[in-house]
């Protein structure tokens, strides 16, 4: 049995897993690398709602602001720099923590992700242009046609996973799905998988509290600073779109509060069917609970 543990500390948004993460990072004296795609890049800070200043100057973390909206980042290149840096961590310690929300960039270091085909800069700016001028319904249905296998399981409310998955289909000519082989690889070391619930009227009411404050810290500027990215699939996400959605006069500013409210209630009910697929996810409440995912945690490490 390896030596080296992994833990991961997953969950909806606004559940609290960066508090734990830091708790435990301090606890096992180790570092943290984030699992969270949208944090990856430097120029969205608040509608991202990263870790703190001083809460990053506390333990050492990485893919924090580790990318320009303008990189090209997939989900087999976090896989290679997340392994590596894992390699790096586990040099210097027998513990290091994966904590994030995005439940595919989880499963990448975890258990592997399949090869996909390099995407082509072309048909991806493309079919931007068509989800700009004629919305997701008609990338859902060239999706359908391409590919029904995947159309009948991915997110068709997630515009990044569809046009990634269109982009494979009219690249290579063969449907998205046929490269999956869905075979987890044996990574070198163990896992320990935790994931936070809570009462899902607590969780919405943390979720539209987020959203006041990121409002008051000043989203409106930063997403008015990212007009002239607007096209790139990292600002196609929650609590960027609405309020491109206001600039372009299409609704008020309170309906576009409201809507990135709403997105972002679906976007955790989300995650969380994601992680409910995964069996060696243990529960908790993340209330007043560190003693008892600490325990586990030690009941699973290792002799």
Known sequence: MPDKTLIVIAGPTAIGKTALA???????????????S????????IGTAKPSLP???????????SLSVTDEFSVGDFEAQGLATLDSIFNENTVAILVGGSGLYIKAITEGFDN???GDTSVRQELNQSLAEEGITSL????KILDPDYYAEVDLSNPQRVIRALEVCITSGKPFSSFRSNQQKTRPFNSIRIC??????????????????????GLLDEVKSLIPYRHLNAL?????????????????????????KQNTRRFAKRQLTWFRKDREMRWFDPENSFDKILNHISQSLPL
């Open 22 to 36: 830091i708790k435990l990072a301090q606890h096992f004296k180790t570092e943290i690398i984030s699992a969270d």
């Open 38 to 45: 949208r944090q990856f890049y430097r120029e969205m800070e």
């Open 55 to 65: 809460e990053l100057n506390t333990v050492k973390h990485h893919f924090i602001n």
């Open 116 to 118: 996909l085909p390099k």
């Open 140 to 143: 859902q249905e060239k999706l």
């Open 196 to 217: 936070l619930d809570t009462d899902r009227q607590k969780l919405y009411t943390q979720i539209n509290t987020r959203v006041d404050q990121m409002l008051e810290a």
């Open 236 to 260: 196609n996400t929650v609590g960027y779109s609405e309020i491109f959605e206001y600039l372009d006069d299409k609704i008020s500013l309170e309906q576009a509060v409201e809507n990135i």
